[in-house]
């Protein structure tokens, strides 16, 4: 029981965490800088090259243009990224990195010139991928049920993955789910390794 506690614990302590990292920087980007931090560390479609597209690779999913852009992708980041922490807080991470760098080259490859792509949606969509179709790469009875409790939360968002919205990056959530399915076929062939 004591061990329970202590994985929800850092459960707790791990997304309550990026949720304050989000919270922070949209109060000091919004407040104190009048949103300036989204042109600097937003991706500019083939436009930014070595350290400066690294750093907004890594960057843009935690800014966010306005306080309800941030607000309305809080909750799937939660519960999508629970979903896949329930596997192991090494899946979570693993998972994170795999999305934000597919997510991030993939936008920058195929986004319109002179746009700039900011938000964690695209790890929203990663996580969804990853959850949908884990169960392909390492069959088990977990990863079906996380399967259909994504799939049933959240089958909507498959239609993102579309352009739809001038102003909403589709390139961040076609390439964020296509980095899930590529981070869950790595995890399965690994896990089938050892």
């Not at 989204?38 to 800014?63: D, E, K, M, V």
């Not at 929203?124 to 399967?147: K, M, P």
């Amino acid at each position: 029981m004591n061990k329970l506690f202590e994985k929800i614990n850092t459960q707790v302590t791990i997304l309550g965490s990026l949720i304050a990292i989000l919270w922070i920087l949209q109060i000091i980007n919004s407040e104190l800088l009048a949103g300036t931090l989204n042109n600097y560390g937003g991706i500019h479609p083939q436009s930014s090259i070595g350290f400066t597209l690294i750093r907004s690779i890594f960057l843009a999913p935690f800014l966010h243009g306005s306080y309800a852009h941030l607000m309305a992708n809080i909750p799937p980041l939660i519960i999508l990224g629970w979903l896949i922490m329930l596997r192991g807080f090494d899946d979570f991470f693993f998972v994170s990195i795999v999305t934000i760098i597919v997510s991030g080259l993939g936008i920058w490859c195929v986004g319109a010139p002179n746009s700039v792509h900011i938000g964690a949606s695209g790890l929203i969509f990663g996580y969804f991928g990853f959850l949908l179709l884990r169960s392909l790469f390492d069959f088990s009875v977990l990863s079906v049920i996380f399967a259909l409790t994504a799939g049933f939360l959240y089958s909507g968002l498959i239609w993102g993955i579309l352009p739809s919205d001038p102003n909403i990056s589709w390139e961040a959530h076609l390439f964020g789910f296509l980095g899930g399915i590529f981070a869950a076929q790595l995890l399965g062939k690994r896990k089938k390794n050892t």
